[in-house]
């Protein structure tokens, strides 16, 4: 070969491998280590599987793919022993490699070489493989001829973070049928999930036949009627529909063994000694009251729960034998959060059990309870995780903690040398809303965001090296109460879950939410061809308010403009492409939306801007709002735009607790008043009231006040109170306070009973 010829295939190699490098495969999560090598493998007729016998070990992995991969996709590949040479997939078992998790994948233009030391290695090296083939190698249909089909030459060294890496499912508040089951199982292995926990018992329903019990079939399965809209909506309302289900005993062991032969464990949850209501319905001489009860219709926490009697440790222990001989791992979770005490507190035997254990208080007989449930799991050869509640009154001696209410429940367990499993609602509660457009369809509240789940580190920073080993990885929780199809958990479940797919996987130093955004975007046509009903929110337009004021925008798909229109017309292909903030000097109806070409990919952003004499000047408060409601700042008091009418967790609603708002502006110079005006949220369910009173006081020199508005004895019609006060005439200042005086202590009967009752805002205006 001339030298010119081998500079130009140097070149050829040389511009593939600075493309590979600029466009990786979208691989999610992201190996530990990854390097592209230029050219490709092509699948063919030909193409075997090579499995020699000292690597007989491999060979579920191997069957696994042919089975349920290529012959789902038209592909009929065999497994031999002797090597052809080429054309090939060959697996290697190399016990030097000291996690069963981890794998080597090399691909060159001729062979595919697998390596690792258990069958799991293997599989997650297939799930690997798989990614870097064509998306529609997914589709259950293919038009073109898939043996055509090519994967990058790659080398890769892989091996997780964390030996827990998991996904829940809550089946108690809405059921979910066995295929759709198997589905989310399905798109958790491709993305080398482990752990998939099952939540199949709660109060509004029981969802696993127990044969010893047929009642909790026949009765707790099944409640009367479900909340319609949010729990905070008043009056409350049912849709007058029985609704239930249960998975039978056979089912249950087709799903574990699928998971099994997926490399996932599932780990059963049978809630105790709270969140029993159904069980009771069933049951009733369970409890600590006679009764009678019924599964619960709406979502919360009830007060009657497991009585602590023997009776009652009876029926637990065989339903749990029941539990275990269907389920083969090692953990049950048997819940343990959100037991209210107040039965307990009245309840003869219950309080005798206590004197007689020498227990501390109810707390003591609620670790007596858990202590007693692990004896005799532990006897059985397993292990138990509960939420982060069993700390209270002293921790089982080998309980695993799942810490759900922030991280502080997993630091004081990891610091006693416990196990134990993130999971803090701030970033792994995948049932809160993930944008702040108002089109998105009904949560629970709170607002996550992609990125912030993918910015979750899961040791947290508090703990020792010593003590960080006692973390076992992280988990994503699915809450249904909002959640009534199997749609609906895909779009809230995804493609979050794959941000924690890679926090738990991928080592620290290669993650990077640029990056991630960048795979996931090229990843979405795979989900796609999965048939799954993901959200778009990579996709939405994020909005910032400038001083000025000007309106920035961004959006995280890699490849999308945003075009925009100011004149309340829908923005099209030809519309202003964005590039820089856009300055707001009167009032605008604002209009965007992300294209890729010539297509709209993303919702519309729809924005009103209508300025007022305090736009863009910052007031001083006396007391800053809760942090986690604080999301625009005190500027979003005077941007001029308002919050959602429907949410109060979007940058526009500032919220307080236990404080009242008082809040100055300074104009400038003595301007002339004639109005106040504001916005407050009102939603008892949720523990916000409007405020008591509202006063306006105006100043010449910022010393010396006189009021010159006021409104009181405020009562909102609905979620939002709007008020307008009327200054005194000839009211004149330069300085302004706006003093907001909170409802106080929420009054018996109300949810939040006892507790200070939230304070929302939204813009201040002045005329």
């Known amino acids: 070969m001339n030298k010119h010829n081998l500079f130009t295939l140097a070149l050829i190699f040389f511009g593939w491998h600075i493309a590979a490098q600029n466009n990786p495969p979208a691989l999610i999560p992201l190996p530990a280590q990854l390097e592209y090598c230029g050219g490709h493998f092509s699948f063919s007729e030909s193409t075997r599987v090579l499995l020699r016998p000292a690597s007989q070990e491999l060979m579920p992995a191997a069957t696994y793919w042919l089975s349920h991969c290529f012959r789902r996709a038209g592909m009929e590949l065999y497994i031999i022993e002797n090597d052809p040479g080429q054309d090939v997939i060959e697996l290697v078992l190399d016990k030097k490699l000291p996690n069963p998790e981890a794998y080597r994948l090399q691909v060159d233009a001729n062979k595919i070489v697998i390596t690792a030391s258990a069958p799991a290695g293997a599989f997650y090296a297939f799930q690997t493989l798989r990614q870097l083939l064509p998306a529609d190698f997914e589709s259950s249909i293919h038009s073109g001829n898939v043996f055509k089909s090519q994967v990058p030459c790659v080398r890769i060294d892989d091996a997780p973070r964390f030996p827990y890496r998991g996904m829940h499912l809550d089946v108690g508040r809405h059921f979910f049928p066995v295929e759709f089951i198997k589905k989310y199982i399905d798109v958790l292995a491709l993305h080398k999930f482990n752990r998939f926990h099952w939540h199949l018992t709660e109060d509004q329903g029981w969802r696993i036949e127990i044969k010893q019990y047929p009642k909790l079939q026949e009765v707790a399965a099944w409640r009367k009627e479900t909340l319609i809209g949010h729990y905070s909506d008043q009056p409350h309302r049912f849709d007058g529909q029985r609704y239930g289900g249960f998975y039978t005993q056979d089912e249950i062991r087709e799903v574990v063994r699928y998971a099994a032969e997926r490399h996932i464990t599932i780990v059963p949850e049978i809630e105790l000694p709270g969140h029993s209501l159904a069980a009771l319905s069933a049951y009733p001489e369970l409890a600590c009251t006679p009764g009678p009860f019924e599964a619960a219709t709406k979502w919360g926490v009830f007060e009657d729960v497991y009585c602590p009697k023997e009776e009652t440790f009876t029926f637990l222990e065989n339903v749990l034998t029941e539990v275990m001989g269907l389920f083969p791992g090692e953990y049950i979770h048997i819940g343990g959060d959100e037991c209210p005490k107040d039965r307990w507190k009245t309840c003869p035997s219950c309080q005798a059990l206590i004197q007689k254990e020498g227990l501390k208080d ?52 990891a610091r006693q040398g416990h196990k134990v499993i993130m999971t803090p609602t701030s970033h792994c509660y995948l049932d809160y809303y993930q944008t702040n457009n108002t089109n998105e369809p009904l949560a629970i509240g709170g607002f996550l965001p992609l990125e912030k789940v993918y910015s979750y580190d899961p040791v947290p920073e508090e703990l020792t090296p010593q003590e960080a080993r006692y973390i076992l990885g992280a988990q994503g929780n699915v809450w249904t109460e909002y959640m009534r199809t199997s749609e609906q958990v895909e779009y809230m479940a995804f493609p979050r879950a794959l941000a924690i797919a890679e926090l738990t996987w991928t080592p620290k130093s290669k993650k990077n939410f640029e990056d991630f955004s960048t795979r996931l975007a090229r990843h979405f046509p795979r989900l796609d061809n999965l048939g799954l009903q993901y959200s778009k929110a990579l996709f939405c337009i994020r909005a910032q308010v400038q001083t000025g004021p000007a309106l920035a925008l961004s959006t995280l798909h890699p490849e999308g403009v945003i075009r925009y229109t100011t004149d309340g017309s829908h923005p099209a292909a030809q519309s202003q492409l964005y590039n820089n903030p856009v300055v707001l000097n009167q009032s605008t109806q604002f209009l965007a939306a992300v294209f890729v070409q010539q297509n709209a990919v993303s919702p519309l952003f729809s924005l009103r801007f209508e300025p007022h004499l305090a736009t863009g000047i910052v007031p001083d408060l006396s007391s ?10 005190p500027q979003a008091l005077t941007n001029g735009i308002s919050g959602s009418d429907s949410r109060y967790n979007d940058a526009e609603w500032l919220g307080w607790s236990g404080k009242d708002m008082e809040a100055v502006f300074d104009l400038g110079s003595v301007k002339s008043l004639s109005e106040f005006s ?7 369910g949720e523990w916000i009231h409007a405020p008591q009173s509202v006063e306006i006081w105006a100043s010449a020199d910022g010393k010396k006040y006189r009021q010159a508005g006021k409104a009181e004895s405020l009562k909102a019609g609905g979620k939002l109170l709007p008020i307008s006060i009327s200054l005194k005439k000839n009211t004149k200042a330069r300085y302004v306070k706006v003093l907001v005086k909170r409802h106080g202590i929420i009054g018996q009967g109300l949810p939040g009973e006892g507790h200070e009752a939230w304070l929302f805002v939204d813009e201040l205006r002045l005329r």
Not at 373 to 380: M, T
Not at 382 to 391: F, K, M, V
Not at 624 to 633: D, I, K, R, T
């Open 362 to 413: 109810e707390h003591g007989l609620q670790s007596y309870f858990i202590r007693r449930i692990e004896r005799f799991l532990n006897s059985k050869g397993r292990q138990i995780i509960g939420w982060d509640e069993i700390l209270e009154g002293g921790l089982a001696p080998n309980a695993t903690v799942m810490s759900w209410r922030g991280i502080e429940g997993g630091i004081a367990a």
């Open 624 to 633: 800053l709002p809760h942090s986690s409601y604080n999301l625009g700042g």
């Open 678 to 684: 504001t916005r407050f949220f009102h939603s008892p």
